[in-house]
């Protein structure tokens, strides 16, 4: 019919109608005219738009040309995550317009060696799903090797290599889905009575390390001290936990042992504090004190290539009958990460599992832990100590992202980390467990007196979610990290089990009088059973000014340390840990 409106790009005036980036028709238009046009936009849409691509791993072959008529036909086939970006990436190139994508994951394991990694390029909306949509039959992105060929030993130990793809140290190890513990013991059992004298019974510090008159150390060779960790718990502040490996052990001329310290671990922690006195040692060789359900790591000497191994004590329920048969699976995680995204916008991921993730420190070949709080640490770029952990989904400077009734369990780092600029994203009904970091962490330390929106964390929303049992191995971490933060909402979530705080807010202590943080809201959240083995934090913990915020509605109980009193001495042990539970309660 006629047109009586003017289009897009045009103004209507008095009578008449001006022209700016459109034609108008002031005509009828004939029958022809439509379906000339029908079947251009039919043309359009069709030969520009790719709209699913199906991942089915292993199990189907890859669409091997991205051209029009492929494009044509709306769907393409994947074996892989990996596949289905570069897919995903070479249709955007080709496309007249951006059109969102869903790319369908069939259920099962999709298995990853290193991080998806997803940037800016791929621009538009993209939706990672499941295939199907039932609870049984969602789809796993899982970093998970499998440890092979055990053989048992003359002194009743199993071995294997540690496969390729899998940090030699091997930070964490899962039988049946249950994480075990490295070989641990006391500084006192192991190198002698710590002593802030020069008594020469006790441990004592150098520049370099310490040394000890207990030998037990001189028995340790360059197969085994390199991947040996002390444990600083409580020494340096009752929030924190740092972890060095040793670099070697060499006899002085007086026959007692120098241990020198891996660097920069050592260096960062002196800056923390000059005495700096470990607690216990982890990852030691054990052959004849091992415990039940531990392992550790060393180079095989009978090697060529000098490769690890592990060694693992077996727990009764590991064996066959006859005991001569390791019938338990046991998994290592080999990717570090399996989500790496920077610089995106309009992702959503629903109904996803993630597991088996490792994170392997800031410093190659030899672990290095020393955190200020909340388990932002130090880097060989960030001597301050403000780096957070990074998560397994992890999305730094992203926009518009949605985690959606996804699971994330098995992980050696943070389970889902929005780092940098976090601009409303959302974690949506997720239930996140067993994970040795933070389960969320929005936004950073940076930029806190900006005016600039674009350099602001703002709008991030994590609701709905089920967190238990998280920071299992760094235990100065918090369930749920924010940094400077705008607009934030924490509502509606379970939080249970952790080591430290439950939800902590802000930075800057009282650096600042006012940043641009503000409006941030925790509320109508359930946690419980916060502060069992770290000090000094609260259920919700705040830093630095924070304007028209609010924390209301929360029900919190079950507080089980208070303030930065000494420990209560262990009464109640469960495996390697103290279990303080049944000594203090806080309701």
């Known amino acids: 019919g006629e047109v009586r409106r003017a289009g897009a790009g045009t103004r209507e005036g008095a009578g008449s109608t001006e022209m700016h980036a459109c034609t108008c028709w002031r005509k009828p238009i004939s029958n022809s005219s439509i379906k000339m046009l029908a079947v251009f936009v039919w043309i359009f849409e069709s030969t520009s738009s790719l709209t699913k691509v199906v991942v089915c791993p292993g199990v189907c072959s890859d669409t091997k040309e991205v051209s029009s008529a492929a494009m044509h036909?709306?769907?393409?086939?994947?074996?892989?995550?990996?596949?289905?970006?570069?897919?995903?990436?070479?249709?955007?190139k080709q496309a007249m317009r951006v059109s969102p994508i869903t790319i369908c994951l069939q259920a099962g394991q999709h298995i990853l060696r290193e991080p998806l990694r997803l940037t800016g390029s791929l621009h538009g909306s993209i939706s990672f799903v499941p295939?199907?949509?039932?609870?049984?039959?969602?789809?796993?992105?899982?970093?998970?090797?499998?440890?092979?060929?055990?053989?048992?030993?003359?002194?009743?130990?199993?071995?294997?290599?540690?496969p390729d793809g899998v940090s030699a140290s091997v930070r964490q190890l899962y039988i049946s889905g249950e994480r075990?513990?490295?070989?641990?013991?006391?500084?006192?059992?192991?190198?002698?009575?710590?002593?802030?004298?020069?008594?020469?019974?006790?441990?004592?510090?150098?520049p370099v390390g310490y040394w000890t008159d207990e030998r037990h150390p001189l028995l340790w060779t360059a197969d085994t001290y390199a991947g040996i960790e002390l444990v600083y718990f409580q020494t340096i502040q009752k929030w924190i936990e740092p972890r060095c490996t040793i670099h070697n052990v060499t006899a002085r001329p007086n026959g007692s042992a120098l241990i020198r310290m891996a660097e920069?671990?050592?260096?960062?922690?002196?800056?923390?504090q000059l005495h700096?006195?470990?607690?216990?040692?982890?990852?030691?060789?054990?052959?004849?004190?091992?415990?039940?359900?531990?392992?550790?790591?060393?180079?095989?000497?009978?090697?060529?290539?000098?490769?690890?191994?592990?060694?693992?004590?077996?727990?009764?329920?590991?064996?066959?009958?006859?005991?001569?048969?390791?019938?338990?699976?046991?998994?290592?995680?080999?990717?570090?990460?399996?989500?790496?995204?920077?610089?995106?916008?309009?992702?959503?991921f629903t109904g996803v599992r993630f597991e088996y993730a490792a994170w392997r420190g800031p410093v190659p070949?030899?672990?290095?832990?020393?955190?200020?709080?909340?388990?932002?640490?130090?880097?060989?770029?960030?001597s301050s100590g403000t780096t957070p952990i990074p998560g397994a989904f992890s999305c730094r400077d992203c926009r518009r992202v949605l985690v959606a009734n996804c699971s994330f369990s098995h992980l050696g780092g943070a389970a889902v980390d929005f780092g940098g600029v976090a601009q409303e994203n959302a974690v949506d009904d997720c239930n996140i467990t067993d994970v040795s970091a933070s389960a969320v962490q929005f936004g950073s330390v940076a930029n806190p007196l900006t005016a600039n929106r674009s350099l602001m964390s703002i709008g991030n929303t994590l609701a709905g979610s089920v967190i238990d049992d998280v920071a299992k191995e760094f235990l100065g971490c918090v369930a749920v990290w924010v940094g400077y933060s705008r607009s934030l909402q924490v509502s509606r979530n379970s939080i249970s089990n952790v080591p430290y705080g439950g939800v902590s807010?802000?930075?800057?202590?009282?650096?600042?009088?006012?940043?641009?943080?503000?409006?941030?809201?925790?509320?109508?959240?359930?946690?419980?059973?916060?502060?069992?083995?770290?000090?000094?934090?609260?259920?919700?913990?705040?830093?630095?000014?924070?304007?028209?915020?609010?924390?209301?509605?929360?029900?919190?109980?079950?507080?089980?340390?208070?303030?930065?009193?000494?420990?209560?001495?262990?009464e109640v042990r469960v495996g390697d840990r103290c279990s303080v539970a049944q000594v203090i309660r806080r309701d």
């Open 180 to 206: 075990l513990g490295r070989t641990s013991a006391s500084v006192e059992q192991l190198l002698g009575p710590l002593s802030l004298t020069k008594d020469p019974t006790g441990i004592h510090t150098t």
């Open 505 to 570: 807010v802000g930075w800057g202590w009282n650096s600042y009088e006012t940043t641009y943080a503000a409006n941030n809201e925790i509320a109508y959240n359930y946690i419980s059973g916060w502060m069992r083995e770290v000090q000094d934090s609260g259920a919700t913990y705040t830093l630095g000014p924070q304007p028209n915020s609010s924390i209301h509605h929360n029900f919190i109980r079950h507080q089980v340390l208070s303030g930065i009193e000494p420990r209560p001495k262990c």
């Open 264 to 272: 920069p671990c050592f260096s960062w922690l002196q800056s923390e």
């Open 365 to 382: 070949d030899a672990f290095s832990y020393v955190p200020q709080q909340a388990g932002l640490h130090m880097t060989q770029n960030d």
């Open 131 to 162: 295939c199907d949509r039932s609870f049984e039959s969602r789809p796993t992105v899982s970093g998970a090797v499998r440890i092979n060929g055990w053989r048992l030993t003359a002194s009743g130990l199993w071995t294997a290599l540690v």
């Open 73 to 92: 036909r709306g769907v393409m086939k994947s074996s892989s995550l990996a596949g289905a970006i570069e897919i995903v990436s070479a249709a955007r």
């Open 276 to 348: 700096a006195w470990p607690t216990s040692v982890e990852n030691f060789p054990a052959h004849n004190m091992s415990v039940a359900g531990q392992y550790w790591t060393e180079a095989d000497t009978t090697s060529n290539d000098r490769a690890h191994q592990i060694w693992y004590h077996p727990r009764p329920q590991d064996l066959s009958a006859d005991g001569m048969s390791l019938i338990a699976e046991i998994i290592a995680p080999g990717a570090e990460g399996l989500i790496d995204a920077s610089d995106v916008a309009d992702l959503s």
